[in-house]
């Protein structure tokens, strides 16, 4: 991503209330906290300004740190 790319992710229960949000700008990293009386959570990303809908991830466990990493272009980006 290019530097100052905006990225937000959002945090989700099983109901589809939201949990937690945070954004960042690119290689700066994000931070949620998920609290411990959630068992699970699925994730959503956007890149603002990005013709590329949300991409969606997950159900997670609340179980350990989960570390992913935004890469690509506003055009053409992913999760790994």
């Known amino acids: 991503m290019w530097a100052d790319t905006l990225a937000i992710v959002e945090a989700y229960d099983s109901n589809g209330n939201k949990i937690s949000r945070d954004s960042s700008s690119a290689h700066k990293g994000f931070h949620l906290m998920i609290p411990n009386d ?4 699925k994730l959503i990303f956007t890149v603002v300004s990005s013709y590329e809908d949300w991409k969606e991830y997950g159900p997670f466990t609340n179980s350990k740190d989960i570390e992913w990493v935004i890469s690509g272009s506003v055009g053409d980006w992913d999760i790994t």
């Not at 959630?38 to 959570?41: A, I, M, Q, T």
Request: glycine share 24%.
């Open 38 to 41: 959630y068992d699970g959570y």
